[in-house]
């Protein structure tokens, strides 16, 4: 690793993403914002116009929380999905294949997830018959879950803890090397990890639940930055 803190690029829009950034800046971390708001500023597009170039310049990348993915990913015809930004997918999904192919540290966080297990050949459900346990209404919903055994989460936390939740859509078929660490009470696929590479995607938001937005009714969300720090440094002792 080229710095002493890593420098992660967050896959989102301006203003947008400023929980994400705030979490890894209490984490020592060095975050970019990869594009402009488009709602904000006169040209939406990207601030990385040479995508494969700067890569190397990243030692890892965060992709956040947002509308839901096109449904021709995943090879379907929109059955519910809703907040669709091509343009933003399609971006998504070519960093996260350069950091794949860098086999540098990835973190998910609800749609990141989602574009993850994707990207790996999974599918998504594009709305959950469980969504009121789960879809956003005003603020997150808060629900119990359990994690599976022998994974980063059941490392992290008690074999049942309490997230919050604001999703409607939920993991279908599993990716290719894509792995179930968490799932709600009702099933409901919460985390997952890529068996080889560091690859993690949490479908809550800790970036809510943690520092100065801890909160007493879940776990502490800290704990999967900091898990995801630590696979910078295992990268680096590993190099």
């Not at 690029?9 to 800046?25: E, I, Q, R």
């Not at 402009?36 to 601030?47: Q, T, V, Y």
């Not at 980063?152 to 279908?172: C, K, R």
């Not at 792995?179 to 890529?194: C, G, L, R, W």
Request: hydrophobic share 40%.
């Amino acid at each position: 690793m080229k710095h002493l803190f890593p420098k992660i690029l967050v896959a989102g829009y301006g203003t947008k993403v400023n929980n994400y950034v705030s979490a890894l800046k209490h984490m020592n971390m060095y975050p970019t914002v990869a594009f402009s708001d488009p709602h904000s500023a006169k040209d939406s597009s990207p601030l990385i116009l040479n995508i494969s170039n700067d890569i190397l310049s990243f030692d890892g990348l965060l992709l956040p929380g947002g509308g839901d993915i096109d449904p021709s990913f995943f090879h379907e015809t929109n059955n519910g999905s809703v907040n669709i930004d091509f343009a933003l997918d399609t971006i998504q999904f070519q960093l996260l294949d350069l950091f794949v192919g860098a086999k540098k540290p990835v973190l998910g966080i609800c749609k990141g997830t989602q574009v993850i297990n994707v990207y790996f050949g999974g599918t998504l459900i594009q709305d959950l018959a469980c969504k009121k346990m789960h879809a956003w209404e005003k603020e997150d919903k808060v629900h119990s879950s359990f994690s599976i055994p022998n994974t980063f989460l059941s490392d992290l936390y008690d074999e049942t803890f309490m997230v919050n939740s604001a999703h409607h859509q939920g993991i279908g078929n599993l990716g290719a090397n894509i792995m179930i660490a968490q799932k709600a009470s009702d099933y409901v696929v919460e985390a997952i990890y890529h068996k080889t590479l560091p690859i993690i995607g949490v479908q809550w938001h800790p970036e809510r639940m943690s520092f100065d937005k801890k909160r007493e009714d879940t776990v502490d969300g800290q704990k999967i930055f900091e898990y995801y720090n630590n696979l910078f440094l295992r990268k680096n002792s590993a190099n």
